[in-house]
């Protein structure tokens, strides 16, 4: 599963593609803004929970047709700077490698 993104390659790797996708997403707003009393996206808690070769993996991170890693279930929760954030830009090395 070549095409998928796993958060088990770095801690660096992992905080910066969660800074840029997972910061800025309805999904996960609820969370952020009150983890006691909130369920954050079950797309962050499955990658990590699961290695990228599992069945179950989500397959809503991966990476774009120019070589990017990319979460295809972001929906801005901020839509005013939805267009201002560069998530088709070089961010991480590409391509990350999947370490089982």
Not at 13 to 41: E, H, I, S, T, V
Not at 46 to 54: E, H, I, K, Y
Not at 73 to 85: G, P, Q, V, Y
Request: one cysteine or more.
């Amino acid at each position: 599963m070549e095409d998928v993104i796993g958060v088990h390659e770095s801690l660096a790797k992992a905080a910066a593609f969660m800074g840029l996708w997972c910061a800025d997403c309805k999904a996960d707003r609820a969370y952020q803004d009150d983890p006691d009393n909130a369920d954050g996206c079950p797309i962050i808690a499955a990658t990590m929970a699961l290695r990228v070769s599992d069945p179950d993996y989500p397959p809503e991170w991966r990476y774009s047709a120019k070589g990017q890693p990319e979460c295809t279930a972001f929906e801005a929760a901020d839509t005013s700077r939805e267009n201002d954030l560069a998530r088709d830009e070089p961010l991480l090395p590409s391509p990350l490698e999947d370490c089982e």
